[in-house]
Structures are given as structure tokens and as C-alpha cells.
């Protein structure tokens, strides 16, 4: 995992649970006439091989910073099953776009792209490619863009991949990156907020963009940590806002718990989608009173990395993956989850209802979380995760 | 896994209904480049915002489902450009510093299809949408089936299709240039029914195909060969029917 916290998990899990906002700096350079808060990863990113070099973009290199992590893993599983049955999905919203924004200013002012852009860069399916031949995998490889849904989607997609037969395991993730088109996009949307997003705040005024990249090597059989529900709706509703009734939301979150076979009071820790926005908080919080008889534990970790769009998903999942990993390298004895506080000003508003939101230290039994993706355009997707201690 | 056609809708300039295709399938010939349906099945406000990949997609789309009106369906749109052309034109705004249109870029997303299929429709199931550069129309087929594997009794959308890419890219892609989409009811089949589904490894031949190859599917399933291969890089997709 790479964001504006950190570049691994063992970088970025303190900062999360200290609630550290420091990852969130200003740039006036991206929108015209406007200084913009956003969560960029900062510092060099792993160069792309030579041979992959039609990929070279700023979101690839971000998922080849995350897939680093992981490499050697992906290398056991590789050697264990053969390269042809591992597969790959890929969320993202930008894929290189900001590379091609480069090319096509470059175009603009000479009649030519940039010599270094390729296609291959800005296609979405470019994004699950790039993973496939880094990686010298020859399963399927796909990527899904269904705006903030695409990450967890993703993982949605690897376990049905997996159980169908058509591959024993798959790198699935999602990666964005900032670029003019979603910062402008947005801002043109009057989605973004003057200051750093505080979601579920009575004063929240909107999201704040961040980029990363999460990735995961899913398998087949008993890992520490499960994807044990996926539940998924649209909502007809609006291309670029939520049906403020949250009928779609509840039936994700419905959903993922049937599939999981749990009841609500099952769900020890919720991630929500919390993007900021009037009316995403105002929905999500009012089908979560409605999913949940008792509220569970619930941050937003938006106001930490910034909403990483069509990489979100997965990198919440990672957030609830590191929730309970974390909890299981403890001692042997009850383990408890160390829950990411919900940064914010502090001032909740009072009309989102009975929310429970994670304070600094808060802890939770061991049991299953949840975590929310609300995507533009009305696609949902709910995730269920729980660990199985071996 | 098996996936049975329960019903099929496809349009390209000039072939554009079922008697139509089949004269085609028989006997193929290139496709026009570009063109696109009246839609007038959307609401104006929608249709309004539609632009030609939208219109065609939505087109076989609807005329699809026609038959399974109200059921619960789930939707996949696959496409190797998507609305690429139309976020050509949001980059292009950018580059001389102008303002965007928050529609145009609300519709310019992978997903905008989906999402206006799911409001014209009225339709609250599951929806994905991929792309998988040459392998576009064989991912979508796969993703149809994880949706099958997660919910076994609710069929599936499945909508492929593509326009021209716009003048700045369009020179770096080899491919049939052509306007059309190919939508597939399908629905999650027992062990001696429908079509068998499978990704077979090896060395495949290089092709450069002369129609899509969701279109090289649609020859095949109207034919009475029993083997589909449809290969690209080192993947071979295959198809089978008893």
C-alpha cells in the first residue's frame, strides 16, 4: 500500500491510528484560480522497466511502489500454481491520465503528443495489463472502473474468479492518482471543500482528493484474513450524487451481510465511505441507522489519505486488512482491534444521528468489519472482512 | 462455468436488427465507422447527454431486456475506450485553462453507461464496468460470470461496444475502427447446457482481427461450429457447446 501516509503498511499504520493529518498539503497549480487541498504520495516512485516502458505513468509507478510489497508473495503463489491460473483486477477512476494531460498540453501548443506517451498509459484495461506483464502473469487481467466502487469491486471480482475455477489466485487492488481532470471534474461539481475534508462534521463542506495504490494477492483456502461478504447495488438515481433516501447504500450493506451469513451485531467496526460531502454523509449515516439496530465503531480514514476515488476501496479494505493483522500478531489471549480514529473538527452533526465515531485509542473485540464504497454515478459496493486465525 | 444466451441485441451502422445481422454473420463485411441509433427510447433530458457509444450501448441495451421487463438484472458494459473521446475533449478545455462542465465530466466517467442505464431503468442490482484493451470483450464475458457466481439465480446484462477513437489517440491503435455494441442475456447454466467457458494457455497466434471480436462471438453463436477460440497474447478464451 502506498498514500499520502506512508509508503507500506508498517509506515502508514502509526500515522493512522495517531489520526495524522499531515499528509494533506495546498497546491494553486491544478485548478485555475483555486488552492486545492489534496493527499499526494510524496518522494521518488520504483521506475518502470525499460521493456514495459509504453506504461510509464504516474499511476503505474504508484502500483508498482505497492506491488513491491507484495512481490515476493505474489512469487510463491506464482511458483505453487503456474503463472497462467493467476489473474488480475484493477480498479482505478484516472488511470494516466495525468500523463496524458501532459501530452495533449504538449499537442496543443506543437500539433504532437509527447514522445514518451503511449496509449497503453491512458486506457483503463492499461492499468491491469501493466500488472500482468510486471508481473509476468498469464491468468485473465481486467480492470474495473465504476468510479469509488472500482477498488472494492475489484476485490468482489477476484474472490468470485477464484471460486468459479478460472483462477487459484489474483493480484486485485485499485490505484488513482491526482491529475487536472478529477481536481477540476470536482471542483466544477462543487464537490470539493475549501478545507481539509471533515466528514460527518455539522461544518463538512466536501471531500478532499488523495492518490495511492493498495494491491492484494487473494487465493484460494485459509489465509489469516478473509473476504467473507461482498454486497453491491445501483441506484438509478443521479449520475453524479447519492439518492439522499440511502436505499442504495442499505442495500449493499444488507447485502454484504447476507452474503457473509452475519447479522448486523456481527459487524464490529464499520470504514464508511465518509466522503465529506453533504449529502453522501447525510445518506450513508441514515442507512447505517437503519442496517444496524446498535451503531458499531465507524471512521472515515478519508480525512487521512484523502479520497483516493477509484482506488478507495481497495485501500480502505487494506485499512480493515491492517485492522485485523495487526490483531492477530498480538499475544496469544483475546485480541482486540486497534481502531483508525475519525479525524475531524470534532463538531458532529447532530442530524446524522447515533454515530459511534472512532475516537483516538479506540478499541474493539475481535469480530468482522465493514467497509463502504459509494461510487459516483450510483454503483455500490459493501465489503466484509474477518480474520480466521490459523 | 457455464453461461447459457437467452437473448442477444447488436447494432453497427447499417446492421441494425436481427434479420439484418444475420445476413451479416453469413456473409461479413467491414463495418462502417461511424453512426449511431435515435435512442428515443430515453427520456430527452438523458438522451440529451448521451453521445454515440452511450446511444449504442444503451440501444441494444434496452431492446435486450425488452423481454425480462422489471426482473432484477445485473449489468456489465464493457469497453476498450469507453468515453475516452469525450475526455478528450475535457483535456483539451484544460490545456487552455478553461473551465469543465461538471455534466460533461460526470458523463465522461467508464461507469457513465451503467449509471444512465440504471436510471433510465430504473434498475437497483449489481453493475460493473471494465475495460481490457484487446481483451476487452472476453473480460467482459468473465466478469458476467463472477456476477453469475455471486447471485446464480439473477441473469446477466451483458453490453459490449466501442466507437472510433478521437484524433489524437487514434494513431496509436490497430484495431477495426468501428461503431457498434453487442448486448448478451445470459443467465448461469447447468452442467450440459449453455456454452462452456475457458482461458487456455500456451503460445497464441498474433491476429489483428477484421471486425470486433465481440462480433467474431456473435458469427459463432448464430453458426453451428461447436469451438469458439479467440486468442490474444498468451491467453486463448474458449468457448464450447455440446
Known sequence: MVNALGRTPDEIWPRLLAADRSGFHTRDDIVPGRSLWLAEVEGR??????????????NNALTAAALEQIESRISDVVCAVGAERVGVVMGTSTSGVSDAEAAIRHRVRTQQLTESFDYDQLELGGTASFVAELLGLGGPAYTISTACSSGARALASARSLISIGLCDAVVAGATDSICGLTTNGFSALQAISDEVTNPCSANRRGLTLGE?????????????????????????????????????????MCGALRDADLDASDIVYLNLHGTG????????CAAIERVFERVPPCSSTKSLVGHTLGAAGAMEAGFCWMVLERALREPPGPAHLALPPHA???????????????RAGAQAPMGAIMSNSFGFGGNNCTLVLEASPS | MRAAVHHWEAWAPGVEDEAAWRRWCADPKELEREGCPDARFLPALLRRRCGPLARIMLTTAFRCCETHAGAPLATVFASRHGNINESVELLERLAHRQPLSPTSFSHSVH???AGLFSIAASNREASSS?????????CGWIEALTLLERAPARPVLLVMGDVPLASPFAPLVDEPETSYALALLLSAAAQDEGLRFSIEGGQARQRRPRWPDALEFLRWMLGDTTRLELASGPRRYVWQRD
Open chain 2, 130 to 138: 471494465i475495460a481490457a484493451q484487446q481483451d476487452t470483450f472476453m
Open chain 2, 111 to 113: 461507469n457513465a453507461q
Open chain 1, 344 to 358: 475531524f473538527d470534532g463538531e458532529v452533526d447532530p442530524a446524522l444521528g447515533a454515530l459511534d465515531l472512532a
Open chain 1, 45 to 58: 516512485l520504483p521506475r518502470i522497466p525499460q521493456r514495459l516502458r509504453r506504461f510509464d505513468c504516474r
Open chain 1, 277 to 284: 460531502t453533504t449529502l453522501n454523509d447525510a445518506m450513508e
Open chain 1, 212 to 252: 495511492g495504490s493498495a494491491v492484494f494477492l487473494v487465493t484460494r483456502g485459509d489465509a489469516d484474513i478473509r473476504l467473507r461478504g461482498v454486497g453491491e447495488s445501483s441506484e438509478g438515481h443521479h449520475m453524479s450524487a447519492p439518492d439522499p433516501s440511502g436505499e442504495g447504500a442499505e442495500k449493499a
